[in-house]
């Protein structure tokens, strides 16, 4: 058997696809496969990681000597591979799970300790909140009665009609996925412009509420504001979940703390139960008025859903961890923020593969984006996401740990591997703080071919495998004798 032939074999039982092959069987024979399955596992399987080739080197600090250097295009994979980083599972699930994942942690570190926080933030008061958008008109929606079953749309005995002759009901049982779930009745009536600039000031509006939110502690405990602010401080992390709609709802965990130190609790006159009628109290007030020269005013406040829920301390029924999963979800849930990349130019606006009205969202925020009266709010920047513009997931300061943080624990964990296996490419040389990094790097090319794309789904499968182990390790940690 030629060496060829024993390579195929190898493949053949590893089920590997045809188009793969020859890529494998190369590198194979040329000893390079070890390298590239490392680098493909080391961005995590991401599916299309961007290509970057150039030289990085090392220099020592302290005498500016150059003490270590690495050549992207020497190795198998033509370049230094990066993940994608993109949160659309249907772009790339490897980078969209890792973001759910760092979501997680962040969210439950926050509410029961790890990552930089005491273990006793458990026993502070905790509320989970949800923050939705008013109406901009009516729309199809899904709705299930009591019994599970699908209810009518929107049914009404008189059959009206809007003022443009549009039935202003609807007695569809929508499915799941209709397209049609979101849209206005009559685009004529629905506040377009209202919808974007809700969407486009959400995150002013969540700034307010956490500043009125101290004056309602105030208000219900008859406390100055001064006394509060010293005693107490309310931290949280939010997550922006895209109604099928385009508007967004908030969802969050409100966590109160001494006024000194995020891992002391606050004086026991703050309960949860206190907490959780200031956040609802501060929603109901905030407000904001956005004036349009040549459009007109818009009043912007939550939605009258409002819901605040406190978390009980100590009982431990997984709920938190039931909650961090609920927030995470959202991270890369399709329509989490909106489409995947900005939009380029009008001319792409009537090309886009959406529903309707979305496509209508997109086209209301890319003309507000015009006004010169709005420029502040980048609305074409934002187009793509109807003008939300704030992050999917974030966090106050003192909550837990930022990803930035979690970035840097993993890095940190890759160069003590990469140190231990002899690996010298990423690895800096001496401690950190020792060496400065200099990379001279450009980006060649963006994805896999399909070697490198069977050696990703590999190093997800083993991943995922890892992962399940380690759940099942956190499962017990947290578990009822943890508490
Ligand atoms: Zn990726
Ligand atoms: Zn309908
Ligand atoms: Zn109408």
Known sequence: MSEEEGWAAVLARAGVPWDAWSGLVVWGRSGGLAELSEQVAAVGGCTRPVRLAGTVRSFSASTGELVGEYETGKGPAGGLLVACGSRHAGVCPSCARRWRGDTWWLVLAGMVGGKGRAAAVRSHPRVFLTLTAPSFGVVHTRRTGVDGRVRPCRARRD?????????????????????????????????????????????????????????????????????????????????????????????????????????????????????AEAAIGAARRVRLEADVPGLGEWVLRFGEQIEAHPIPPGADDGQERRLASYLAKYVTKETAAGLERPIGGAGEIPLLGVAPHVRALVGTAWRLGSLPGLAELKLRRWAHQYGYRGPVATRSRRYSASLAALHADRVAYRRQQAARTGDDRLAPVGMPGQTVTVPALRLSRIGLDAAGGWLAEQARTARDDARRVGREEIERDLGPDAA
């Open 159 to 275: 059959w009206p009609v809007c003022v443009h002759g549009e039935p202003a009901w609807c007695g569809l049982r929508h499915g799941e996925h209709d397209p049609e779930l979101g849209a206005p009745l009559c685009a004529g009536c629905y506040d377009w412009a209202g919808l974007v600039l809700w969407n486009a000031h959400a995150g002013a509006l969540w700034n307010r509420w956490s500043v009125q939110t101290g004056r309602e502690i105030g208000r219900l405990s008859g406390r100055t504001a001064a006394a509060v602010r010293a005693a107490v401080k309310v931290e949280s992390t939010r997550v922006a979940e895209m109604q099928a709609r385009g508007a967004v709802h908030l969802h969050a965990i409100v966590r109160a703390d001494s006024g000194r130190d995020p891992d002391t609790g606050p004086p026991a006159w703050l309960s949860p139960e206190l907490l």
